[in-house]
């Protein structure tokens, strides 16, 4: 089997990506994949080094001016020769695009020379180059009963995110407790805002250590390592129930030991909590495109699954109050880690793996 994917631009796009070819791999090691992706994006890098062949495309997203959108549909119309070309060569059995606007390219180019083609939605919002490709491709994969309710029924399948099985069968490499010098009597809050941080967000949160320094839980704080030295020099006190680091190296590890999470709601960190269970407090993004983040934790407040907290109205009070109603209510963590876990697709791998091989053999 011979498998184009194209994703980019987010880690959003790309690693449910690699989370299903690592799965396939285990299931057909003889499987040969190609990534297209941009050449100057996340995936330009991180691609190559999980020893996957890459090819990087000049393509831009529909953004900015109207110079720059009309320049980006010069460039895009042009890429269409070299995707066939790509195409071509590879001789693939099938082109599945992970979303980002590197993906329309190849997989449109792939639509018109009668290769079959898959495309695959994360959030609960459909992004502009998907929605360029559903009348193209042969089949969709989402993610949210609310994409899966606005698209074609004969050919879309609710089958959810890769990293929800990646995260599922990950192993606990890291002990937190040790790792971290945590009290294992007491429950752990994470609060993550995703490798990068956010620096609004650590603002509050800074405020609100004091608080967090009297209660009987603890928490780690990630800052993500371009704020990690603001932080750290604002913070001048050590509290003994408070570790502060600038990254997680293995969340997997992370999420299976910890009793809540306050994060982002992007597509993969929703997979990974609706998969394990997780208790969680969701602060979406605000800075995202479509406001795609809240639609994704909107979806699941309403399956009472997680709580949410707008930025908007985020303040040191309602943070540790949210979070303080939670851990003194047990019943309240309980509802949320089942609900969590009726939402989630620990199955995802196989079950779209399943859905290709059906496709290639038809």
Not at 25 to 28: A, F
Not at 55 to 61: A, L, N, P, Y
Not at 133 to 136: A, G, P
Not at 303 to 307: D, G, H, Q, T
């Given at each position: 089997?011979?498998?184009?994917i ?18 396939i791999?285990?299931?057909?090691n ?5 990534f297209?992706g941009t050449?100057n994006?996340?995936e330009?890098?991180?691609v190559?080094s999980?020893g996957?062949r890459y ?7 529909l953004s900015?001016?109207?110079?720059n959108?009309m320049?980006a549909?010069r460039?895009f119309?042009?890429s ?8 071509r060569?590879?001789n ?5 695009g992970f979303?980002g606007?590197?993906?329309s390219s ?8 009668n290769i079959?083609?898959l495309i695959h939605?994360?959030n609960?919002?459909?992004g502009?180059a998907?929605?360029i490709?559903?009348?193209?491709v042969?089949t969709?994969v989402v993610c ?9 029924k004969?050919k879309t ?14 192993k606990?490499n890291?002990d ?7 009290d294992?009597?007491?429950k752990?809050?994470?609060?993550v805002m995703g490798s990068?941080?956010s ?8 405020k ?7 209660k ?5 704080f990630?800052t993500?390592k371009?704020e990690y030295e603001n932080v750290?020099k604002q913070v001048?006190?050590?509290?003994a129930n408070?570790r502060i680091?600038?990254?997680v190296d ?7 030991q ?6 982002r709601?992007g597509?993969s960190?929703?997979a990974?909590i609706?998969?394990l269970?997780?208790a969680s407090i969701?602060?979406p993004?605000p800075y ?10 909107r979806?699941?407040?309403e ?5 949410m907290?707008l930025e ?6 309602k943070?540790?109050n949210?979070i ?7 019943t309240?963590i309980?509802?949320?880690k089942e609900n969590a876990k ?5 199955n995802a ?5 399943d ?5 290639i053999?038809?």
């Open positions: 089997m011979k498998i184009i194209a994703t980019g631009g987010t880690g959003g796009h790309l690693y449910p990506a690699l989370a299903l070819a690592s799965y791999k285990l299931e057909d003889e499987c040969e994949f190609l297209v050449k994006r996340l330009a890098q991180v190559p999980e996957y090819i990087g495309m000049d393509i831009k997203g900015g001016s109207l110079l959108k320049n549909v460039i119309v042009s269409l020769a070299k995707s066939k070309k790509v195409i060569e590879f693939p059995d099938i082109v599945i979303g606007y590197v993906s190849i997989v449109l180019a792939a639509t018109q020379l079959p083609t939605e994360q609960s919002i459909i502009l998907n929605k490709l559903i009348k193209h042969d969709i949210y009963e609310k994409a899966y309710q606005e698209l074609p004969e399948y609710l089958l959810g995110n890769p990293r929800a099985s990646e995260v599922l069968s990950a606990i890291t937190i407790y040790k790792k971290y010098k945590l294992r009597s007491k752990t809050v994470l609060i990068l941080g620096s609004s967000i650590n603002k509050v949160v800074i609100a250590l004091p608080y967090f320094a009297t009987k839980y603890q928490i780690i990630v993500g371009e750290t001048q006190k050590d509290y408070i680091i600038p990254y293995d969340m997997p590890s992370v999420q299976h910890i009793d809540v999470i306050i994060s709601a597509a960190t929703i990974e609706t998969s269970g997780v969701l602060i993004s995202v495109a479509s406001n795609h983040q809240e639609f994704n934790a979806e699941l407040v399956k009472e699954a997680a709580l907290i908007k109205d985020l303040s040191k009070t943070l540790v949210e303080d109603n939670l851990l003194e209510n047990p309240n309980n509802v949320l009726k939402l989630g697709k620990p791998n196989k079950d779209i793996y859905l290709i091989v059906k496709i053999r038809k």
